[in-house]
Structures are given as C-alpha cells and as structure tokens.
C-alpha cells in the first residue's frame, strides 16, 4: 500500500544480469506479485471503502458477540492508530500524551452523559462538544512544541499523559486546603477515582439506541472509513503536503515560507480529536470508564499498533490494529496456543529448513535429544505424569512430562532462551542441528511449564512476536524507507 | 510397575471407563484416526495401536489411578489427600454419567496484581479439582486473564459469554472489573462469584446474577474503627488508601465509623507502585495513635511499617484483610483483619491447606483461601442443575447459585448468599502480630 | 526542620537510585540516538539476581558470608548478569532495526518488556519478594542525632551511588574505551573511519549502563525491600524523566537530572500532597523544561540546512 514510493516494477534495467533480470521476471509474473500489483494500482480511497466493506460483511457472519467484540477492538485500534499517524507519522511529533486524550474524551463522554451528574446530552450533541474541546485540549498542549523539539517535546507530553491519569484516579476528593481552610467544603467527587464512572448511556443515533455490540462495530467501522477518507483528502491538500515537508525537514520547510508552529499545533488537535471520538466510542460500548485504561501501557501499545503498520500510511494503522488486537486474543485459550506454537514449528521447519539433508539432521538432532533426555530421566528415577486426550496427549507423550514438573519446566524454559537466541549466532552449516535439540528443549518446557500457565505464556508470546515481526519487518508492513537526518 | 509413556499415551485415549467392557482394538483405531491420520502414516500406526492395546489389558491397574480426568487442576494436586478416595466415587458417578461442565475462571493472572491473581489461581483449580475428586463430576475452568484493567476483563468476559458451554463464571476480582462486565452477565444472565470484590455498592441490586464470597467494605470498616478507639485507645488516626477500588471504598467506611466515634482522622494516598513510602512517613506527626493501612499488598505495608521504625515513629500500625499474610506481613505489635479465622488454624481447613502448600507453598495471603470457596459454591450449583450428565441452563445454574449453602467451609463456618448476593453474618476477627505469629485479640 | 532534614534524605537516596537508572538511558542515547525502553526491565532483573544470590548465600536472617562481603558481592553479580541481559537485548532486539525510523524500536522494546516480564513471572513467580534487609542490618542503627534520621542503609546507597557515577565518569574521561563511547556519540560514521568497531562500542555501553541498573536494582531491593515483575515499569519511566530533565544524552545531566526528581517528589509528598506528588513534580518539570528547552546540561542541537 506504499502510496508514493510504489516499486516500479515494469522497468527494464540497463546492465543488469540476464539471469537476475529473468528471475525478477518470474517473481513478478508470480499470482501473488499480481495481486499484490492490483492492489497497489487502485486508488487509496477505493482500498480504504473496500477493506470498509469487508469489515461490514463481517458483522454479519460473525459467529460469536465475542468475535464482534475482538473486531470492534480492531476497528477501535484502527482509528486511534490511525489519530496516532497524524501526530507521529505524518508531522514526525512523539506524543507521548495521545492516550491522555483517547481518556480525556472518554471521560468528558461520561460526564455528559451518565447518571454520574444527571445530565443526559444526547450522542448528536455530545459527541461533537467532545471532540472539539478535546481538539482544543490538544491545541493547547501543542504550544510548548513553539519553544520544545524532539525528545524533549515527547517528555513535556509524556507528563501530561501522567498528570490526566494522576487527576483521573484521584479525582474523587478533590479539595484544596489553604491555611486550614478548605475549598470546597466537602471534596468534590469529580471523576469517580478508581471506581470510575458508571451508567454511562449508550449512543442514541438518530432516535435509536445502540445496545448490542455489533451496532457498536458498525458505526465504528463507519466512523474510521469516514476518518480516513477525510484524513486521506487532508494529505493531499495543501496542509497535508506541508505537514509531511515539516516531517522531513522542519527547518528547510520553514525557509520555504510554511508555517511550521502553526502547522505542528493543527497535527495535535487533529490528532486529539480523533482519539476523542475514539473514546467518545470506548466510553459508551463499556458504559463505564476507568482511569486505568488510559496508562502509559494503553499507550504503548497504541505506538506499537502504528508503527508494526507502518508510519506515514493511511492503511497501516488497520494492519498494525489487526496485530495487537487478534494476536492475544487467538492466545488467550491455552490450547489454541499450542496448535499455534506447534503449527508455527511445522510450518518453520518445512519452509526453512531446504533441502531434505538438512531437514534430516534437524529431525535427527530432536529425536536424540529426545531419547537423550528419557534416558536421563529414567536414569534419575523421575516419575512421569500420564497425559490427557487430544492434541495435548498427543504431544504429551512425544514429549515427557514430569509429575513434580515447575522448576524442571523454568530450566527447560531458561534453557530454550538461550539457546534459541544462541541459534541465531551460530554458523548456518550447524544450524539444523541445534535447532532439532533446541526445539525438543522448547517443547518440554512447553510441555513441562509454559501450557499451564496460559496468561503468562501468552504475554511471552507476544512479546517475543513483536520482537520478531519488527526484526524482520524494520519499516513495519507499509512503511516507507526514508532516510533520517539526525 | 513403570510403563512406557509411549504406551500410556495409547491406553489412555481408549474411550474406556473402569467398570466397561475391556477396550476393543477397533474402537482404538477409529478415535485415533480423527487425531492423527492427517500424518499418513496410517500402517506404522495401527501397528503400534494395535500392540498398545493388547498392552493396555495388562497394564490397566496402574494407569487408572488418578488419571480418568483430565482437569488441568488435577496436574499438580493428585497428591491432596482426597487421592484415595476418588478412584470409588468415580466409579460410582461413572454410571450416572459424571455432570460434566465448563465453569469461567477470570483473573489478574500478568500484570501489576500478578501476586493478587496467581494466588487465587492456584486456589481455585484446587478447589475445583477437590470438587470434582469428593463428588465424582467432571467440571473444568476456562481461565481467561483481566490483568486488572476492565477493558480486558470486559474481552474476556464476552468470549466467555459468547460460549455456549460456560455455565457459571468465578471472578472477576477486582470491583471496577465487576462493575465492566456486569451489562453482559446481567445480558446472559450468567452466575458470577467475585472472590475479592468488596465494593458495597456492587450488591445494590443492578447486577442481579453477581454474588461474593467475601463480606464488603460495610462490614469491615466499623469493626476496625472500633478496635482503634477502644482497644488501642488512639485519638488521632491516620488512614492511607492505595488509590485502588478496594482501598479507597474501605478507607470510606472506615473514616465514616470513626467520625462517630469522635476519633480524628487524617486521610492521604499513595499509589500501590510507589517505590518509596518514607517521605509519607515523615509526614506521621508523633501525636497519630494508629495508622490504619487498608492495602492489598502485605509487602507494603510491611514497608511501610519498617520506614516509621526507622524514623522512631511510634504509631500502631492496623492492616486491613488484604495485608492479613502472615509470611509478608510481620511487623511486631501491629494488628490485622481478617473476615474469617486463619485458614491455617482452622481444623476442617487442614487437610486443604496442607495439599496447597504441598503443591505450591506456604506464603499465601487472605485473597486464595475465598476462591477455594467460591469455586465449591459454583461447582455445588451447577451440579444440583444437573441432568444426565449435562448441567442446567445458565438461568438455572444463576437461580441454584442464590440457593447454595455450604454448611462447613475452608473459612471455619457455614457460607450462605443472601438475596442480594452478599455473605450472611460476615464476622471481622483482629489479630495481632506477637514474635511473628498471629495471635487472635478480637 | 525534623521533616526538613528527613525529606532532605529520602529525596538524596531515591534521587542517587533515579540517577543510576537514567545514567543507562544516557549513556544508550549518547551512542545510538536510542530511547531504551527496555532499560527498566532491566533493574528489575538485577533486582531478583541480587535477590536469588542472596537466598542461596543463606538468606537475610542468617547468611553465611559477613554482611562487609554479601553486600559488594550481591552488587557485583547483579551488575554483571544485568549488564549480560542487556547486551542480549541489543544484540537480538535492536541491532536489526539499527537503520530503521527512530521510533521503531520502541517496539521492540515494548516486546522485550514483555517477556522479560512474562519471564520473571513464570520463574520466580508473582509474588512480591523481599529482601528482608532489616535482618541483615537494623534499620534503626545508623546515625540518629537531633533532627537527623539515617541510616546505615541509606548511608550505603547514597554512597555507592556516588563512587559508581565518579567512577563512571574517570572512565568516560580516561579510558580508551571510555574515549571510544564519546567519539562514537559524536560522529558514529566518523568513528568507524577512524578503526573503531561501533558493534563493541555499542556493546560496551549497553554493558555499562544495564550493569548500573543492575546494581541500583540490588539497591532498591536492599532501602524499599519489594522486588517483583512490573517493578522496572515505573523506574524505567523516572529514569528516562531524570536522563532527559538533565539533558539527554549528557552523563552529568543524568546525575543531576536524578537528584532533581527525587528532591522533588521526597518535597512535593512532604509538604504539598502524597496524593497528587506526581502531578506536582511534572507540572515543575513543564515549567523547568519550557525555561531550557533542552534539559540543564543539554547543548544546543546544530541544525543542518
């Protein structure tokens, strides 16, 4: 989806090797290359309403509320990372505050409109007096990027960020004491604390209120196809243009007569804006907030939403949602874990590990190890536990699993760290073998330790699998290579 | 004698039950088929299958004991001393055909109340798996992780709502987790038990399926209000909450009680992830008799109460029952709550506690013990709605729930829900800290 | 005056851990223009080494070495196995994406966090640990004269914190190495014209600066005892605040940086709020930042046109 920098790939080269030249042909002539052709040859706006529309279908055969549920996350994520674009992406700004106001709208939302203060502004009102003065919001934090730049703007937001959640938790006996006087009389319960805000009522559009959480995917999927549109004419309007001559170079756009300060100052409010809506969104599917949804962590994720997409990419921010909302959901069930683990191994080897020479020395290295480590046990006497039924009895008897089995299990699992990181560092000639033995360690520590604890070994894999898509991916999956002056 | 896991493996996915006919080679072949065949190496296998299961007659006796289920609780516990007698209740409930059922298990399980989540944890496949062994039923959770944050428990309450074959749900712990999930239980009309919630409003009567284990804050803050001012005699008290949902609610109840009994309080806060509390304790002035902690984590207030020695402050620390831990909390001469006896005390508690400590260790706090219940109370309402095998509808199982009274618990009494889903007669006990031991004292 | 003194102190030794941490961040952002937002996972795993050395040497109530010799020995194999976690994490996580955007690497980061979180979680468990460090050394001994409270604890971080950073900074000055890191920092491309191989300078620093946390982990679990999973979280961020109050990439800045956020939250719980310190301390911050936009030691960034 590399809207500007598209490989041109009908290009016939000059004192290139006839060999190369015919292999790139092939490559290009393959189905996938096609596709992936056509896909980048149709216009932005036209890709952005059909991934709208699929999404739409999907509403419709979603089997489960929980699967609608993990596709609102997704297209949640999708307008957040995609506010979140503007900001970092587009203007080059770190705002480390962005999630200050996702909460920010969420909470003033709530206010309006909950039991909370009695008032009930309806959707229509409310939504838009949000999203502006959260845009306001932003334009105001904005205003130290006048004088700040770089790392020490990202500090400046990041505070802010702090100061809104600190408020938020606390906000349940505000009072100033001055000289034993204190002002109000009684503390003013403003946002709940931890307890937060409840009975937050639901979007009423248009007369119809929004219960279920498919209406909720539906008019979120709509608002972020809207955003982006919109956001897609901006990046081609003069404004837009402007904002990305800034990213690059702020001073020379400044000599080209662009108003930098003033241009910085609109990438944060649009940026605001958006991720108010998002909250306006969050708010009312939850029907209460809380401040704890709004923490640095939240934020973090937010940046790695937008950044696995791909910077500076109108799309990228649905791939990057895609990943951080689905990958701990298709992990939250232990035993999805493991048909994902083991089929991932599968699918490893059989694509690596070419051709069949190598292979084998793989498959023989793990069935040593394997006979190594029986025999090693039988000769310690350790009692093995017998296993359940299914894929887990399956494996559970390929690979030996202990009764008295936790610190075993934290062994083999420290042991498959370092070996798999020492994988990496060894010559490829030895390769194979090493992982035939290290994928038997990981398997016993799968087995031993890490399939009981479903929770914590879905963190595990998910952090390892951020790790490595960003190892393998730098640019994230639509980002464009661009050279930075530093 | 030792077999061959191998072999194990083979005999003990024969869909036979002790008490049946003996296993029959064909019927191996075609459960096996729908597993494995997709190898393509169907010959090698029905080779082994086939001597696997001529093995399996000989060897059965030692490969039935405690392995008919596969409860992932059973995994680290087969040891509880109930071990003996469930290979005849079993049996006994194999020809009723056991009630099978799922029963949700939410949790902080990662994240910052990790120590909170695991704890219960553990407690909670415990006390499902000693279910299942004394009563001869074949109930399993389905954990999902909250991490504490109700966006996530709201996910995960969703996914288990959205599944069919959920019954009942144990948790979420958190009362700000409760209050998230509560519009799609109540939707579902799915049972949930919080172990830990302890938020008075939350049995108001707007979450009609929810129910706890645990007494709320009403309850505890009078009791500790009055033990300060009578027993400890302090006129100046200062409360410090931990700016989370079970602290300030308790800090609440508390600085009411003490305003009716004419005790000045002082009230500040501190985030549970502060590194560093001494700066709040140079702020104790030396006139405060007591300082009241109702905190969740026992290593803080252990802290806490080191930094006021090592200033020479010589206020009376008083924990609430998140801080009752015995082996994290040691502070000599401070006092602590507890809604129940210790567990480690109380007589029927012992043969579970000591299968806990055997399977895990001895360093648990207040928040395990009420999960142990809890998951009985659950599993006791979904077996009454039991019929061939099958539990009740979601309703039913809500309704049984309501009507469950265990008559002796871990906890050392009876546990009974009232309509609105709250303990009846919850009791505050207090004890005091005395050469690192808790010696009760009121 | 009492409370005076007493928030003099605690601020002096949260400030001492604080600058400890954001020498890590610095000394990283010297080099590669790197935000290291792993570096508080770091601490934390130094933390529960010092912890684990110290179960196996017999534990606080009764260990098997004197106290004069447990202390220095926990402090070095902390440094060591930190600074050992740290050089991984550069080796696996960031040195792939050393010519991508800036930012990316945060995801990186993030994903290490994770598992070194999920790591810890899974081995030693969720529990928070303790050190116990009352039974190694009585918190009231030390010295306790009129308004002045402190003690020997104290004494000792506050102490080690300084010869570590003096030695820090004789090394940075002195040392070949140390010579390498600064020319690496100012011009790395220049730098490796000149036969320096920036994979070792790079190492080194990450070396260097997780060794530091490693050891200002074993020293916040030895003054505040609690040692668990998410504690490098929260330090993580006010080591960063710190490195970049003080000017980022700048050693002495680290230093002050570190000092200058913990007087400010030991003074802003003392006698504005406990509640709202944090608010409090980065509306200062704001304040301060606006008036040097580029931290105390920063120096002005050259602008090429």
């Not at chain 1, 994520?77 to 969420?106: C, I, K, M, P, R």
């Not at chain 2, 200062?238 to 600085?255: F, H, K, P, R, V």
């Not at chain 2, 207090?430 to 808790?438: D, F, H, I, M």
Request: aromatic content about 8%; hydrophobic content about 50%; proline content about 4%.
């Amino acid at each position: 989806m590399a809207d500007e920098d598209a490989p041109d790939t009908g290009t016939r080269s000059i004192g290139k090797d006839q060999w190369v030249e015919q292999a790139a042909e092939r490559i290009d002539n393959r189905p996938v290359a096609k596709l992936r052709r056509r896909l980048v040859q149709t216009p932005v706006q036209w890709r952005v309403l059909g991934i709208g529309a699929l999404a739409l279908l999907f509403a419709l055969v979603s089997p489960t509320d929980y699967t609608t549920r993990v596709a609102f996350t997704v297209a949640l994520y999708t307008l957040l990372a995609t506010g979140l674009n503007v900001v970092v992406g587009w203007s080059g700004l770190l705002d480390l505050g962005y999630v200050a106001f996702f909460g920010f709208g969420a909470y003033a939302y709530a206010l309006l409109s909950s039991e909370k203060f009695g008032l009930h502004w309806p959707t229509l009102v409310s939504v838009p007096v949000v999203v502006l003065g959260t845009a306001l919001l932003g334009f105001l934090l904005g205003l130290p990027s006048r004088r700040l730049s770089g790392d020490y703007l990202a500090i400046v937001t990041l505070f802010f960020g702090q100061i809104f959640v600190s408020i938020v938790n606390n906000g349940d006996r505000l009072q100033l004491s001055l000289n034993g006087h204190n002002v109000p009389n009684k503390p003013f319960n403003l946002t709940g604390g931890p307890n937060g805000v409840t009975g937050i009522d639901p979007l009423s559009l248009f007369g119809n209120k929004v219960h279920t959480i498919t209406g909720y995917y539906v008019v979120t999927v709509i608002v972020a196809v809207v955003v982006m549109l919109l956001l897609y004419r901006l990046r081609n309007a003069r404004s837009g243009l402007a904002l990305r001559a800034m990213r690059e170079d702020s001073l020379a756009a400044e000599i080209l007569s662009i108003p930098v300060p003033r241009l910085r100052l609109l990438a944060f409010a649009i940026g605001a804006g958006i991720a108010a809506l998002a909250g306006t969104l969050f708010a009312s599917v939850q029907l209460s907030v809380f401040g704890s949804n709004f923490d640095l962590p939240f934020l973090v994720l937010m940046y790695a939403a937008a950044i696995l997409g791909g910077l500076g990419n109108i799309g990228g921010g649905f791939v990057g949602a895609l990943i951080v909302a689905v990958l701990p959901e298709m992990l939250r069930t232990p035993s999805t874990g493991r048909a994902l683990v083991y089929g991932a191994l599968v699918v490893f080897v059989a694509l690596r590990l070419r051709p069949w020479g190598r292979l084998a020395q793989y498959l023989i290295a793990l069935i040593a190890t394997g006979v190594l480590v029986r025999l090693g046990l039988a000769a310690f006497g350790t009692s093995i536990r017998p296993r359940a039924t299914g894929l887990a009895g399956l494996t559970g008897a390929l690979v030996p699993h202990l009764t008295k089995s936790v610190s075993f299990g934290n062994v083999a699992f420290l042991t498959l760290i370092a070996g798999g990181l020492g994988l990496t560092l060894l010559r490829p000639k030895w390769r194979p073998v090493a992982a035939g033995v290290v994928s038997f360690i990981g398997m016993l520590a799968w087995e031993n330790r890490l399939a009981e604890q479903g929770s914590i070994t879905r963190q595990l894999l998910v952090g390892a699998a951020l790790v490595a898509i960003m190892a393998s991916r730098p640019q994230g999956f639509f980002g464009i290579k661009r050279v930075e002056v530093l | 004698m030792e077999i061959d896991p191998f072999l194990r493996f083979y005999c003990e996915n024969i869909p036979h039950r002790p008490g049946s006919a003996e296993p029959k080679t064909t019927t191996t072949i075609v459960y096996l088929k729908g597993e494995i065949m997709t190898k393509g190496r169907i010959a090698a296998t029905l080779l082994a299958i086939t001597l696997a299961a001529t093995a399996c007659g000989s060897s059965k006796k030692t490969v039935t004991a405690g392995a008919t289920t596969a409860a992932p609780a059973a995994s680290a516990t087969t040891a509880a001393p109930a071990a003996t007698t469930a290979a005849p209740a079993a049996t006994t409930a194999a020809k009723a055909a056991p009630c099978s059922a799922k029963i949700g298990f939410m949790g902080p399980f990662t994240g910052d109340a990790a120590s909170i989540g695991q704890e219960q944890l553990n407690w909670g496949k415990l006390g499902l798996a000693d279910y299942n062994k004394a009563n001869g039923t074949d109930f399993a959770f389905v954990e999902t992780d909250t991490k504490l944050d109700p966006a996530e428990a709201t996910t995960g309450a969703q996914k288990l709502v959205s599944d069919n074959s959920v019954v009942a749900i144990l948790g979420p712990a958190g009362s700000q987790e409760v209050e998230a999930v509560g519009p799609a239980m109540t939707a579902a009309n799915l049972a949930y038990v919080s172990p830990s919630a302890t938020r008075t409003s939350l049995t108001a009567g707007k979450l009609p399926s929810f129910a706890r284990v645990v007494p709320n804050d009403d309850a505890q803050g009078p009791t500790v209000a009055k033990f300060i001012a009578e027993k400890i005699a302090a006129k100046k008290v200062l409360i410090i909450d931990d700016q989370t949902s079970y602290s300030t609610g308790l800090a609440d109840s508390a600085t009411a009680a003490f305003k009716t009994l004419n005790v000045t309080v002082a009230r500040e806060s501190i985030a549970q992830k502060s590194t560093d509390f001494s700066s709040l304790v140079s702020k104790v002035t030396d006139d405060t008799g007591a300082v009241f902690l109702p905190w969740q984590l026992a290593a803080n207030a252990q802290q806490l109460g080191t930094q006021l020695k090592e200033q020479g402050k010589k206020a009376v620390v008083v924990g609430s029952d998140g801080v009752y831990s015995p082996k994290d909390f040691s502070l000599e001469g401070a006092y602590v709550t507890s809604f129940a006896p210790d567990v480690r005390g109380v007589a029927s508690a012992a043969a579970v506690v000591a299968a806990y400590q055997k399977a895990y260790d001895d360093k648990f706090g207040t928040f395990g013990p009420p999960v142990y219940v809890a998951a009985q109370l659950l599993a006791t309402a979904v077996k009454t709605t039991c019929k061939d095998g099958k539990p009740g509808a979601r309703a039913d199982v809500t309704a049984a729930m309501k009507k469950v009274k265990l008559d002796n618990t871990i906890l050392g009494g009876p546990v009974a829900l009232d309509d609105k889903g709250d303990v009846v007669g919850a009791k505050f006990y207090l004890s005091q800290v005395k050469g690192g031991k808790y010696t009760l004292v009121a | 005056m009492a409370q005076f003194v007493q928030l003099v102190v605690n601020g002096l030794t949260l400030g001492s851990l604080y600058a400890l941490i954001a020498l890590g961040y610095s000394l990283v952002y010297g080099v590669l223009k790197l935000l290291n937002f792993a570096h508080g996972e770091v601490y934390m795993i130094g933390s529960f080494i010092g912890y684990g050395v110290l179960q196996v040497l017999g534990g606080s109530a009764s260990p098997s070495v004197p106290v004069g010799i447990l202390l220095p020995l926990l402090m070095l194999v902390a440094a060591l196995g930190a600074g050992l976690v740290g050089v991984a994490i550069e080796r696996f996580a960031y040195r792939p994406l050393r010519q991508s955007p800036r930012i990316a690497p945060l995801v990186s980061a993030l994903g290490t966090s994770f598992f070194l979180q999920a790591t810890m979680l899974l081995v030693v468990g969720a529990r928070i640990v303790r050190y116990e460090s009352e039974k190694l050394i009585d918190v009231s001994s030390g010295i306790h004269a009129g308004v002045l409270n402190i003690s020997v604890m104290r004494m000792m971080v506050i102490g080690v914190s300084a010869v570590v950073m003096i030695g820090l900074n004789i090394f940075m000055k002195r040392s070949k190495l140390g010579k390498a890191m600064r020319a690496t920092s100012y011009d790395p491309e220049a730098a490796q014209m000149m036969g320096m191989d920036v994979n070792r300078v790079v190492m080194v620093t990450f070396f260097l600066g997780s060794a530091l946390a490693g050891v200002a982990g074993v020293m916040s679990g030895l003054v505040y005892n609690r040692v668990f999973h998410t504690m490098g979280f929260v330090a993580g961020l006010k080591g960063f605040t710190a490195s970049v109050v003080g000017g980022i990439g700048s050693i002495q800045g680290a230093m002050a940086g570190g000092l200058i956020i913990g007087f400010a939250e030991s003074f802003a719980q003392g006698y504005v709020s406990t509640t709202f310190y944090d608010v409090v301390v980065f509306v200062v911050l704001i304040g301060f930042l606006l008036t040097r936009p580029r931290g105390l030691f920063g120096v002005p960034e050259l602008k090429k046109v």
